[in-house]
């Protein structure tokens, strides 16, 4: 069973910025797409960013392009988010994701992942 723990919410000021983490266990391959996605109170979840299995290749929301990165450290079963320049309308509850089955080219869908963290806190002031 794939377990996935996120980490580096918290609350800061609009310009400010956060890293989020996500430590990832339960699988011996790193060969998997992983994923962020946040939820605002009442609205749906929606994907942020994502990123190919080798960190080949990124996604991003065009809400947040330009100011988030995604990368990985496979060694370390490790998924970021860099969060920069942060608005108020990022405040939301930030879930990682992990895909299912390895080698995937679809990235963006709440159907493309099996497996979600417990998720994170960012709150931004303004």
């Known amino acids: 069973q794939v377990q996935l723990v996120e980490s580096g919410g918290g609350l800061v000021q609009a310009g400010g910025s956060l890293r989020l983490s996500c430590a990832s266990s339960?699988?011996?391959?790193?060969?998997?797409?992983m994923g962020w996605f946040r939820q605002a109170p009442g609205k749906e979840r929606e994907f942020v960013a994502a990123?190919?299995?080798?960190?080949?290749?990124?996604y991003y929301a065009d809400s947040v392009k330009g100011r988030f990165t995604i990368s990985r450290d496979n060694a370390k079963n490790t998924v970021y988010l860099q969060m920069n320049s942060l608005k108020p309308e990022d405040t939301a509850v930030y879930y990682c994701a992990a895909q299912p089955r390895p080698y995937s080219s679809s990235y963006e869908a709440i159907s493309d992942y099996a497996y979600w963290g417990q998720g994170t806190q960012v709150t931004v002031s303004s």
């Open positions: 339960g699988r011996t391959s790193s060969a998997y797409g």
């Open positions: 990123i190919s299995w080798r960190g080949t290749y990124t």
